[in-house]
């Protein structure tokens, strides 16, 4: 495998849920194919979350994945962030378009929420109530907005004073989707500079509407992408996966950095544009360099040389402080116009109560597998550890060994299952 994909350890599930019977939620994971596709789009995560009656919601859900990766990698021509842009509004029109054309699809729509990460900085292009988180070092921020009922009542802060409105609004309803409208706005940000260690999720409501950010931190910080994917599905399952659930985890590594040359300092560079120098600024030194032509014509060459030095003195500082004019069009990234995140930080330095949840939690799995036949020896001992090294403070040893022992009684169930529906078949 090339560098520039080792040095990105990534993983990505979607999984039905308890309660459903169809998985209205796509994914997307295009690791860059060579060198130079990296250093000019990065690799692309996506997730959609679809909505509508029937197949509809799965149909939207499938076309934003098939189509914005695909679009933002064709259009090599704009920044990353704009590229990103106009692929969800390409995708909106045909999703919209095909929801048109036929009753059974009309009003389909999704979320959608892609992530690009090149070497040197991130690029997010968003609509919906999906989200995308980075962890670095034990802080868990919210790079996206929720576009729902709840994050914009809270943010016009049209609320009565005291009252919650996540607990008085229905969470679920969300209020900008792609598909449904001919015209989406949809939310840019970034640029984000990368280092190694940054862990972004990508996730569908099924995972938040399960899991608090308190307990995504301490999973991201500890576990590897594949554990840490595989367990957060578990623990929206148990429970009660009243919705689809997908999670993509991208974590980069320390080799990045080496192969990328993205040294902070590098990193750094991508952040706010600067400006153009202002055109007074202009006005100034060429009406002292007209002033030094016209002394030298009437003799004066002293005065036209303090002329001469003033002009280039103006045009020099204005250089340096240059900030009021017009933005320039970053080539690096993208006129940066939304990106006002993070939206939420978490700290995940204090696991203590979360292990206690999951000791909780692993308590109940054991009752069920005991009552499905289940061999639990391991699942004892493993609890026995955890609980030790939780005494001891290894809070992620304890994590680690927590989060073993539910993905291992989950997949067992799971295999159950998949062989009962298997025999139903064959019968
Ligand atoms: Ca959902």
Redesign the pocket.
Known sequence: MAIWQESFEHAQLSDVGMRRRNN??SLGMVLAADENIWHARGHVLMVA?GMGAHAAGELASKIAVDTVPHLYLKLRDLPPGEALERAIIEANSEVHRRGQANPEFHNMGTTSSVLAILPDAAWIAHIGDSRVYRLRGDCLEQLTFDHSLVWEARRDNNWPAGIDPTHALPRNVITRSLGPNAQIVVDVEGPFPVEPGDTFLLC???LTGALTDEELAPILAHLPAEEAAAVLVDLANLRGGP??ITVLVGRVLPAWRQKAGATPEAARRVTPPRADVHPAVWVGAGVCFLAAVGLLIARQPWLAGIGAVLGTLVAGLGWAFRGGGARTNDKAGAPNRTSKAPYTRTSCSNATQFLQKLSTLTAELRSAAVEASLDVGALDQACRQAAEAGRTGQTAQALRLYARSISSVMNEFRRRKHEANDSVVDL
Do not use: K
């Open positions: 209205q939620d979350d569908s409501d099924g919705d689809n």
